[in-house]
């Protein structure tokens, strides 16, 4: 059982910054793709972004795109999401996600190819 947490959510202003972390204990942790998601009152989870397992590769969605980069230090189990420029549609509860990336580069956004996630952190943007 892998265990993600997610920290680094609050509140900003619209046009603020906040970078979000996720970190496991999980060993093998580096061989893991990971993905960020996220969910608004009312409204389905969403994919917000993917970074592969040695980080070469990452995806976004089109919402967040040239705003928000994921990168990863394998060396501190961690990944990130730094978040640029928000707005106030970017808030939600975002979780982190991680799936055996069994030597693939592949990256996916779909929330069931992942097989384990956080309890998710809040992010609010005030306009």
């Known amino acids: 059982q892998v265990q993600l947490v997610e920290s680094g959510g609050g509140l900003v202003q619209t046009g603020g910054s906040l970078r979000l972390s996720c970190s496991s204990s999980?060993?093998?942790?580096?061989?893991?793709?990971i993905g960020w998601f996220r969910q608004a009152p009312g409204k389905e989870r969403e994919f917000v972004a993917a970074?592969?397992?040695?980080?070469?590769?990452?995806d976004y969605a089109d919402s967040v795109k040239g705003r928000f980069t994921g990168s990863r230090d394998n060396a501190k189990n961690t990944v990130y999401l730094q978040m640029n420029n928000l707005k106030p549609e970017d808030k939600a509860v975002y979780y982190c996600a991680a799936k055996p990336a069994f030597g693939s580069r592949r990256t996916t956004d779909s929330p069931r190819d992942y097989d384990y996630w956080g309890q998710g952190t809040q992010v609010t943007v005030s306009s």
């Open positions: 999980e060993r093998t942790f580096s061989r893991y793709t």
């Open positions: 970074i592969s397992w040695i980080g070469g590769v990452t």
